[in-house]
């Protein structure tokens, strides 16, 4: 079955940087984009950033764009959310997604806290 696991999520402070990243398994992950999402305290969850299956087009959140970049590498079935210059407002559960044949998967996430 499909399964997405997200990890490198922690407690930064403003102005850091870090690093998710989400392993899948389960279906052939070159063969399709991937996503990253978000959901702050008290919000709804957002797209945060989409790539395609072999990264050549990318797709950013106006809230991120210029500070965090998406990339993949399917030799390690592996997406990764470079974060940079964070703010508070970053603050967030960070989920992985796939969809696929109109099926949405989800990994459990990984809290992301910016506070000084």
């Known amino acids: 079955q499909v399964q997405l696991v997200e990890s490198g999520g922690g407690l930064v402070q403003p102005g850091g940087s870090l690093r998710l990243s989400c392993t899948a398994s389960?279906?052939?992950?070159?063969?399709?984009?991937m996503s990253w999402y978000r959901q702050g305290p008290g919000k709804e969850r957002e797209l945060v950033a989409t790539?395609?299956?072999?990264?050549?087009?990318?797709n950013y959140a106006d809230s991120v764009k210029g500070r965090f970049t998406i990339s993949r590498d399917n030799a390690k079935n592996t997406v990764y959310l470079q974060m940079n210059s964070l703010k508070s407002e970053d603050t967030a559960v960070y989920y992985c997604?796939?969809?696929?044949?109109?099926?949405?998967?989800w990994g459990r996430g990984t809290q992301v806290t910016v506070s000084s």
């Open positions: 389960g279906f052939t992950f070159s063969r399709w984009p």
């Open positions: 997604n796939v969809l696929r044949f109109n099926i949405a998967y």
């Open positions: 790539i395609t299956s072999y990264g050549n087009t990318l």
